[in-house]
């Protein structure tokens, strides 16, 4: 008999009494096998029965009873075993109710929930009950969904039974006949009318997305990556538009769950969706023509002259204009420049806040699970500067930078807000100043991706800056990366001094005072930059730029127009830096000894062997405190134009070579214990070599290095150093003779290789993510 019945019939079924339980699997597991097994004829009784059992069990979870203490006495083996098969019944209603009673278990108790969870047949049940094909059932199976997905066990289930490919797809057929438009307005009224005429209610796609993102914001990325890509391609831009839309004006007065769910795990989903996705990317020969020349000896010129020395222009507009530059209209293409308004509209609108990624993290699921502002407005001080040079009055070479907004406040945009107060301030004489360009645009991620390949580093950061006319935006400085400056638009006066830091600045290292640049500005580099010049200044080296020209040109040089420039950032993280390659052949090398560490029966000598590697490390880290080499790039990763290629690779062996030979001469053994042992006071000293964690370990635990601990290894080594000073000073010396005498430089290339991959890689999914966030 079909499910559409007279009221008077389906009130006469709830109302019959509820089946005795007291006897479960005696006398009620076989009629309900027998009844949940009619599937071949249409039989109204058996419908009957398995629905007044299941309001029952219903009733009976509902009100907690004190009897009813174990998930077993509320939840029988046997009526787990059938609820499966209940859950694809042909009734509707017996498919919601056995949905009902799965949701009322797993929100019981966490026990009861993993109860459920073990069973990974309830899971594909649920999944299956999706496609049912009734709109009411598959709310209530989402609804299923989420109150199972509270537990680990329930996430991972749901995850296995493919059930985040079927929301995807049922979240895709919803939206389908509708524009996404009326999704967002259908998400502030009862319901929307679809443009085929069939009325879609809100909370059904808020259920799907909801469950969706509970789902996916807690999956592996191996589930994620089991996803059909041409469904994701499919879905991303309908979850994208939805999300933008949501953002402003925000949802007020919704409380139900699956909103909240929905609008803040969304931003997540997107990135976690995103982030593994294959972005075009230019290649980097192209790169190499486009900023350095045609012939290979150009960039091998450059590096070889210029690189971290001295700073160059690279390009010229002409240069650029007439070939017709695909990778230089690439980028002025990213920008709307028929007027001002256009240009800071085209920058300014719909950005979102891009937190940073920790320099030693190669876990993309940490920073999110550490990063629940993912899709929050733009920061002052992180993501935008708004900032202009004024002289001070007293001294008259002397400039301090203002800013427009409060720089110590880390206030919060509002979308629109801040463009509109942004345009007041560039009317002001402000520059604004924004980070991580490479996270918002996808042709600037293409051209720092391939720049990054190009010179063998993890990534590449981009900067833009918009300076209206006459004006200055950042006082006389340097920086601790070396910059591309590339001239988008306009025309900007640049002086570079000619006298850099006395040593290269390392990353995040304090930025140190600078003389007045009236002391600087004999000898320095001076230039106008037009449209499509690129300008290289090494970090370490002082400058500053303007868009008018006051004390160095004549009057009839002066700019005029607004500039806009983006500089390209070479940030060399620790471990590519000639001291983090070091650091990675003495780990390597200290990986190749421990098969000989294993035959010493002595536990305490195979730890003074560890430590005396340890205490190397500490060496090799003080000694590139001094030494200007070991902070240069190492660019042994570097994609050189193959006939210049052998040249330059044994170059860079050389320089490695003088390294270890400054490694072995100057290791002080007192200093470099009295810096890691005495003073410890200073609980940060060894924080520095956190990122050495990253590297493969194999061996017993007493022979491997706690990098993730360096506290605690150095109060092993006060133990040790109690037993015998002496002793580890003479291993000391000899684990360092031994290091300089016996490493395997290819093995080291090849380390360091992997450490590059696993730092493109995570630096690559926080890109994709970002940029997906902006689209």
């Keep these: 008999m079909d499910e559409t019945r007279s009221g008077h019939k389906r009130r006469r079924d709830s109302s019959s009494p509820p089946l005795d339980v007291a006897s479960f699997d005696r006398n009620v597991f076989p009629l309900l096998l027998a009844a949940a097994s009619s599937r071949t004829s249409p039989n109204q009784h058996s419908r009957s029965v398995l629905r007044r059992f299941l309001r029952s069990r219903l009733a009976l979870i509902s009100t907690r009873p004190s009897s009813c203490t174990t998930p077993k006495s509320l939840l029988p083996n046997g009526l787990i075993a059938l609820l499966p098969l209940l859950l694809t019944s042909r009734w509707p209603s017996v498919v919601r109710l056995s949905a009902d009673v799965v949701r009322s278990a797993a929100l019981y108790s966490i026990e009861m929930n993993e109860v459920l969870a073990l069973n990974g047949e309830i899971a594909k049940g649920l999944v299956l009950a999706l496609g049912n094909g009734r709109r009411q059932v598959a709310k209530t199976v989402c609804n299923a969904i989420l109150d199972l997905s509270i537990s680990q066990a329930g996430r991972e289930q749901l995850c296995k039974a493919l059930s985040v490919e079927r929301l995807l797809s049922l979240f895709y057929q919803e939206v389908q006949v509708n524009r996404v438009l009326a999704v967002h307005q259908g998400m502030r009224k009862e319901a929307v009318e679809c443009s085929k005429g069939r009325p879609m209610n809100e909370s059904f796609v808020a259920l799907i997305l909801a469950a969706a993102v509970t789902l996916i914001n807690s999956s592996t990325e191996d589930f994620l990556d089991r996803i059909p890509s041409e469904l994701v391609k499919r879905c991303l831009p309908l979850l994208q538009e939805i999300w933008k839309k949501s953002r402003c004006p925000l949802l007020h007065g919704n409380g139900q769950r699956c909103w909240h769910i929905m609008k803040n795990g969304l931003p997540t989903t997107i990135f976690k969706l995103s982030m593994n996705q294959n972005l075009a990317t230019w290649n980097y020969d192209k790169i190499r023509v486009t900023m350095f020349g045609d012939a290979g000896s150009e960039f091998v010129t450059f590096v070889s002259k210029y690189w971290e020395k001295s700073p160059v222009l690279l390009s010229e507009v002409i240069k650029n204009l007439e070939k017709e530059n695909g990778v230089f209209r690439c980028l002025i293409n990213s920008f709307n420049h028929q007027s001002t308004n256009d240009i800071l509209d085209s920058v300014l609108m719909k950005l979102v806040s891009c937190q940073p990624l920790a320099s030693d993290e190669l876990d993309i699921n940490c920073f999110l699970n550490e990063n629940s502002s993912l899709g929050s407005p733009l920061i002052y001080g992180l993501d935008i500067r708004v900032v202009k ?139 106008f930059l037009n449209e499509g010049d690129i300008l290289y200044i090494p970090r370490g080296c002082p400058h500053e730029a303007h868009t008018k020209n006051d004390a160095y040109k004549p009057q009839q040089e002066l700019c005029s127009g607004l500039s806009l420039h983006l500089t390209l950032s070479m940030e060399v993280e620790p471990p590519f830096a000639w001291e983090g390659f070091a650091h990675v052949a003495l780990h390597c090398w200290h990986e190749m000894q421990k098969e000989a560490s294993d035959c010493i029966p002595s536990m305490e000598a195979r730890r003074r062997k560890v430590f005396s590697v340890f205490l190397l490390h500490v060496a090799i880290k003080l000694i590139a405190d001094d030494v200007s080499i070991f902070r240069k790039a190492c660019l042994i990763a570097a994609k050189f134009v193959e006939h210049h290629a052998d040249t330059l690779r044994l170059n860079q062996k050389a320089n490695f070579l003088k390294i270890i030979n400054i490694i072995d001469v100057s290791s002080n053994f007192t200093e470099t214990f009295e810096k890691t042992v005495v003073q410890e006071a200073n609980d940060n000293f060894l924080e520095w070599m956190r990122w050495l964690r990253h590297l493969p370990q194999r061996g017993v635990e007493d022979v491997k290095i706690d990098f993730d601990d360096p506290s605690r290894m150095r109060s092993e080594l006060i133990e040790l150093s109690i037993k015998g000073n002496e002793e580890m000073k003479d291993e000391f010396f000899q684990t360092k003779s031994r290091f300089c005498r016996s490493l395997v430089y290819e093995e080291a290339c090849r380390m360091f290789q992997v450490m590059l991959e696993k730092y493109r890689r995570t630096r690559n999914q926080y890109m994709n993510g970002m940029l997906a966030l902006h689209t």
């Design 389 to 527: 040079a004024q002289q001070v009055p007293s001294e008259s070479f002397k400039k301090k930078e203002v800013h427009f907004f409060d720089s110590s406040s880390g206030i919060l945009f509002s979308e629109g807000d801040y463009a509109t107060k942004c345009k007041k301030a560039f009317q002001d004489g402000f520059t604004i100043a924004l980070r991580g360009m490479e996270f918002r645009f996808a042709e600037i991620a293409s051209i720092t991706r391939g720049l990054a390949d190009l010179f063998g580093q993890p990534s590449v950061g981009a900067n833009l800056y918009i300076t209206p006319p006459g004006s200055q935006g950042l006082t006389f400085h340097y920086d601790d990366h070396c910059v591309f400056v590339w001239q988008l638009f306009g025309q900007k006066y640049w002086f570079v001094s000619s006298s850099p830091t006395s040593i290269l600045p390392r990353l995040y290292e304090p930025i140190s005072s600078l003389p007045s640049i009236e002391n600087e500005k004999e000898g320095g580099l001076q230039m």
